[in-house]
């Protein structure tokens, strides 16, 4: 599993688009296998959540997000942990543990309390009626 991480000088970044960089971690059999740490490719809408994407990361880690940019990222299938604080390392550490908590559950299925994602996609979906794409 590939997890990206906004990042800033090893501290999980409050804010994911202006996080100077990404560390995009590999984790198998509950063990960090990789860890990468990749620039910022540029602030501009829908950039980030393709490059995430293009990295092959399935969940997001950052202090906090934008509306919008939660729609992009469940656009491509990832799934957002807001709210996190504290080092790259601590967050790593508490992923392996299984004791990682932000705003919402954790990546694995089933894994956290689940009132995180539910409320995202069902805003989501309310909106679609009203959602107006400028591509």
Do not use: W
């Amino acid at each position: 599993m590939k997890i990206a991480i906004s990042s800033d000088s090893g501290n999980v970044s409050g804010h994911f688009g202006r996080a100077p960089n990404f560390t995009i971690i590999t984790i198998e059999d509950n063990k960090l296998i990789e860890k990468k740490v990749l620039q910022n490719p540029g602030h501009t809408v829908g950039s980030i959540p393709k490059f995430i994407s293009e990295q092959g990361a399935k969940c997001m880690i950052t202090g906090g997000m934008g509306r919008r940019a939660q729609d992009f990222f469940s656009q491509y299938g990832i799934d957002i942990i807001m709210g996190v604080t504290g080092t790259i390392d601590n967050v790593i550490q508490k992923i392996l543990d299984g004791t990682l908590e932000g705003g919402e559950s954790l990546c694995s299925p089933g894994g956290g309390k689940g009132y995180g994602v539910e409320k995202i996609h069902t805003e989501a979906d309310d909106n679609h009626e009203h959602h107006h794409s400028h591509g």
